[in-house]
């Protein structure tokens, strides 16, 4: 299965449309996929208490992810960096059996010129210190209210495009590395 992470928990977020088209896109090239919803994640999980007594949904997040056989992060660029519910959720997840040997697939996604490089950069570090394999074909998306809105989803052909190119690859990618895709 491909666990898609929608990286925050903010209603109504360009970060799940995207992970939603992506979804599409995985379903349409015969890939079970499933988005996760930080937004689903329940007060609770930012409390101190939360590493110690995961809330239910952390828990079932855990098992989607532990049976994952790659992952596809959407990630926003908030103040230069990863939305903090998306660092915060990574934390809560066991070490290191959840990204160990894992293929990780980036989209950031950002109002500024950059299409959130710094955040996807940093995942990529944190998934590499955890022994992730990150696949390189990263999906940058500046401007991003210029191509994509709630109400409409992904309007601009061009990325589509290049966003089904991009799973096209990181499906072989998985497969490469042994993974049931």
Same mark, same amino acid.
């Given at each position: ?6 990286? %925050? ?22 890939? !079970?996929?499933?988005?996760?919803? @930080? ?12 590493? %110690? ?8 997040? %855990? ?7 790659? @992952? ?15 660092? @915060?959720?990574?934390?809560? @997840?066991?070490?290191? !059996? ?14 500024? *010129? ?20 990150? $696949? ?9 209210? !210029? ?7 992904? %309007? ?15 499906? *072989? $990618? ?8």
């Amino acid at each position: 299965m491909m666990v898609i992470i929608s990286g %925050t928990n903010r209603e109504g977020s360009l970060s799940s449309v995207f992970s939603h088209a992506l979804n599409e896109i995985y379903q349409d090239k015969g890939v !079970n996929s499933k988005v996760l919803e @930080l937004g689903e994640l329940p007060p609770e999980t930012f409390s101190p208490s939360a590493y %110690t007594e995961k809330p239910a949904k952390v828990l079932e997040f %855990t098992k989607d992810i532990l049976s994952a056989s790659g @992952l596809v992060i959407v990630v926003p660029e908030y103040n230069g960096s990863m939305p903090g519910a998306l660092k @915060l959720f990574i934390d809560l @997840l066991p070490y290191p !059996n959840s990204f160990e040997g894992r293929p990780i697939c980036y989209i950031g996604i950002a109002s500024g *010129q950059f299409g959130a490089l710094r955040p996807v950069e940093h995942l990529q570090q944190v998934f590499g210190y955890r022994n992730a394999y990150n $696949f390189p074909k990263r999906v940058f998306v500046p401007a991003v209210h !210029n191509v994509a809105s709630r109400e409409n989803g992904i %309007t601009d052909s061009e990325l589509q495009s290049r966003l089904a190119g991009q799973a096209d690859d990181f499906i *072989q $990618f998985c497969r490469s590395l042994g993974k049931d895709i």
